[in-house]
């Protein structure tokens, strides 16, 4: 079976130059994007001298173009006071609040769509205003809270007021409510509780929205800045984004340094949409659409 050629919306097959020319478009457009990122890679590997010089190389060359590669920067970086610890504190971090947060979300998701109770729909209107906000205007209540339980300057303080996401809810709560309501009808004159529907037919269905809401939640809380730097003081309690921030500002003239902790950052996020990327494109599709 050969495969389908791409069509405009007309129905007719765009011409073979604007195809090139389209191609040729997101070629120099992946291109623009890598560049920071190649630059970035090639500069952890350069030693200190070759990082600024007369002529611009991208590859960890001397002056002369003789190869100059070094793990140097890796090693030293990890020296560094607090950025291991650091790393270890953002691991432990998403470790636990991303399953805490992905199961609050669903269960109220869950009730949101399913289970009737007084005030539903507008409990659920007031919900959404908070998406609405910008979330700076949500950043001093959330730290008076927080100062409040005694959490500050804890990892316990970046755990707890994260746990819950109005969009999370939002986005799986509309999954919730394309499932068919005859499954979960058949499994209540069963005898099965809400609670057993939920964790054995509901939760299961909804697995391409899960993936999302995990994946983008990892994301976004692996690289949150804003909120450790709030909340936190104490160097040894440092996430991986606020020890790269503290690097970069301390050592102004180490790029090689701040570039190497910065490739150590972002590759837990690119080795997480390698393995789950089929998930997530299905999770997009199927939130999306439908």
Known sequence: MGHRRPESRSGRRAP????????????????VALAPFAWMVATSFKQPQDVF????????????????GTLASYTEVFELGGFGGAFLNSVLVVAVLIPLKV?????????FARIPFP?????????????????????????YVTQWLGMADSLT???VPSLVSAFDIFLLRQ???????EVEEAAMMDGASR????????LPMARPALAVVTITAFIFHWNDLLWPLVILSDQEKYTLPLALQALASGRVAQ?????????VAVMPVILIFLIFQRRILDGIQFTGLK
Do not use: N
């Open 119 to 143: 005030g539903r729909d507008r409990l659920f209107a007031a919900l959404l205003t908070t998406i609405m906000l910008p979330s700076v205007t949500l950043l001093v209540p959330k730290v």
């Open 255 to 263: 790029p090689h340094l701040v570039m190497a902790g910065a490739v």
């Open 175 to 181: 999954f919730f409510l394309t499932h068919p309501k």
């Open 103 to 111: 199961l609050c979300a669903a269960l109220a998701a869950y009730a």
């Open 53 to 68: 010089t007369s002529t611009p190389h991208l590859l960890p060359t001397t002056e002369d173009g003789q190869w100059a």
């Open 195 to 202: 609670l057993r529907i939920f964790w054995s037919i509901a």
């Open 16 to 31: 073979a130059a604007l195809r090139v020319l389209a191609f040729l478009l997101l070629v120099a457009g992946s291109l």
């Open 157 to 159: 303080g970046l755990i």
